[in-house]
């Protein structure tokens, strides 16, 4: 009867060239190529601080339809997120949540899209019995599981991190999610192998891995794909951060600097006349004041704003004038609904005489 039983699975389980198998889906393009399949694990790794956090950010921000750093949503309506948090203190989660994700796609994340579980206080044992009920109850398009070294007793023992790592692989297929599993790279500078026998299985394993790296002197977050089943990702990501600590697409420098962001330089013929004092220099005052007039505008929006206006072509430099004019006085930030917007100095004053 046991070997019928086996027969009958073998028959089910077997693929022929007529298969009807429906291809993968995938959940985003990545400056146009397709990443982060339904059904499959994804490995992100790296130092630690190098950015992997940052990473998952970007990947929820984008969940919203918004497209950020050519990171694009796939799917009609914004995918249903769940984020499992088994690193950070629970402010801090919250903190990235609310201040970072929401300033990112504008508003407060919904509570019907994002789902959020900080596990830290959970005994290990228990947490992944918390991970299996979330997603069962959730039914995420995506999976953020950080970290997954938290759920294992010890990293180095293989029959852990196989029984794991075929419990995600089940659960993914299962539940039709994504789900992208963050692990550190060992500790050696030279060493990027994923950390023990849990890494060695999950790099077996995965679908895609993703590398994250942070250049000290620069400050410039890098994120490039390392192995894949499906499609090349062919150009690594480069991102850095605004004051307010968001992630903004860069460029790399052709020689770094040893402690600041790249210099940039542009032949000042070539920014719109209307914008520059007689001296060729940005007139910082006429130029947010032409682009802001009576709005209060995001960051991404204001740097989008002043760039097309004075026809400038560097992200950094762009962002250096917002921080100038910040912090000169001529800017002011401004609380509403949750989230941060920029406006000239009397706007704040009509803002608070409103409230």
Same mark, same amino acid.
């Given at each position: 009867?046991?070997?019928?039983?086996?027969?009958?699975?073998?028959?089910?389980?077997?693929?022929?060239?007529?298969?009807?198998?429906?291809?993968?889906?995938?959940?985003?393009?990545?400056?146009?190529?397709?990443?982060?399949?339904?059904?499959?694990?994804?490995?992100?790794?790296?130092k630690a601080k190098s950015g992997k956090?940052?990473?998952?950010?970007?990947?929820?921000?984008?969940?919203?339809?918004?497209?950020?750093?050519?990171?694009?949503?796939?799917?009609?309506?914004?995918?249903?997120?769940?984020?499992?948090?088994?690193?950070?203190?629970?402010?801090?989660? @919250?903190?990235?949540?609310?201040?970072? !994700?929401?300033?990112?796609?504008?508003?407060?994340?919904?509570?019907?899209?994002?789902?959020?579980?900080?596990?830290?206080?959970?005994?290990?044992?228990?947490?992944?019995?918390?991970?299996?009920?979330?997603?069962?109850?959730?039914?995420?398009?995506?999976?953020?599981?950080?970290?997954?070294?938290?759920?294992?007793?010890?990293?180095?023992?293989?029959?852990?991190?196989?029984?794991? !790592?075929?419990?995600?692989?089940?659960?993914?297929?299962?539940?039709?999610?994504?789900?992208?599993?963050?692990?550190?790279?060992?500790?050696?500078?030279?060493?990027?192998?994923?950390?023990?026998?849990?890494?060695?299985?999950?790099?077996?394993?995965?679908?895609?891995?993703?590398?994250?790296?942070?250049?000290?002197?620069?400050?410039?977050?890098?994120?490039?794909?390392?192995?894949?089943?499906?499609y090349d990702m062919p150009n690594r990501?480069?991102? @850095?951060?605004?004051?307010?600590?968001?992630?903004?697409?860069?460029?790399?420098?052709?020689?770094?600097?040893?402690?600041s962001a790249p210099a940039f330089r542009?032949?000042?013929?070539?920014?719109?006349?209307?914008?520059?004092?007689?001296?060729?220099?940005?007139?910082?005052?006429?130029?947010?004041?032409?682009?802001?007039?009576?709005?209060?505008?995001?960051?991404?929006?204001?740097?989008?704003?002043?760039?097309?206006?004075?026809?400038?072509?560097?992200?950094?430099?762009?962002?250096?004038?917002?921080?100038?004019?910040?912090?000169?006085?001529?800017?002011?930030? !401004?609380?509403?609904?949750?989230?941060?917007?920029?406006?000239?100095?009397?706007?704040?004053?009509?803002?608070?005489?409103?409230?």
């Open positions: 009867m046991e070997e019928l039983t086996i027969i009958e699975q073998l028959s089910q389980l077997r693929i022929t060239a007529s298969s009807q198998i429906p291809p993968h889906e995938f959940l985003y393009t990545w400056n146009g190529t397709p990443c982060f399949a339904k059904g499959e694990l994804v490995a992100v790794t790296g956090t940052y990473l998952n950010s970007l990947l929820m921000a984008a969940a919203s339809g918004q497209t950020f750093i050519g990171l694009k949503s796939l799917s009609d309506k914004p995918l249903r997120v769940l984020w499992i948090d088994t690193e950070q203190s629970p402010d801090s989660t @919250c903190e990235i949540l609310r201040d970072r !994700i929401g300033a990112m796609i504008g508003e407060q994340p919904s509570e019907e899209q994002y789902h959020v579980f900080n596990l830290r206080s959970v005994n290990w044992q228990d947490r992944m019995l918390h991970v299996v009920a979330a997603i069962s109850i959730c039914r995420p398009d995506l999976v953020i599981f950080d970290g997954i070294r938290d759920v294992v007793g010890d990293i180095n023992n293989y029959e852990e991190a196989q029984k794991l !790592i075929g419990q995600l692989l089940y659960i993914a297929s299962e539940y039709k999610t994504c789900i992208v599993c963050v692990l550190h790279q060992n500790k050696a500078v030279e060493d990027k192998t994923l950390r023990g026998a849990l890494g060695t299985e999950l790099q077996n394993k995965s679908f895609e891995t993703y590398e994250c790296s942070k250049n000290p002197d620069t400050r410039i977050f890098t994120v490039k794909q390392t192995a894949t089943r499906k990501i480069d991102f @850095c951060l605004t004051p307010d600590g968001l992630p903004v697409a860069c460029e790399i420098p052709q020689t770094a600097p040893s402690s542009q032949d000042k013929t070539s920014f719109n006349p209307e914008y520059l004092t007689p001296d060729g220099k940005i007139d910082k005052a006429h130029l947010f004041g032409s682009v802001l007039k009576d709005n209060s505008l995001t960051w991404n929006d204001l740097r989008s704003q002043i760039m097309n206006a004075a026809n400038i072509r560097s992200v950094h430099f762009a962002e250096k004038l917002i921080a100038e004019a910040r912090d000169s006085g001529l800017l002011q930030t !401004i609380l509403n609904n949750g989230s941060r917007l920029y406006a000239i100095q009397r706007q704040q004053q009509l803002f608070d005489e409103d409230t």
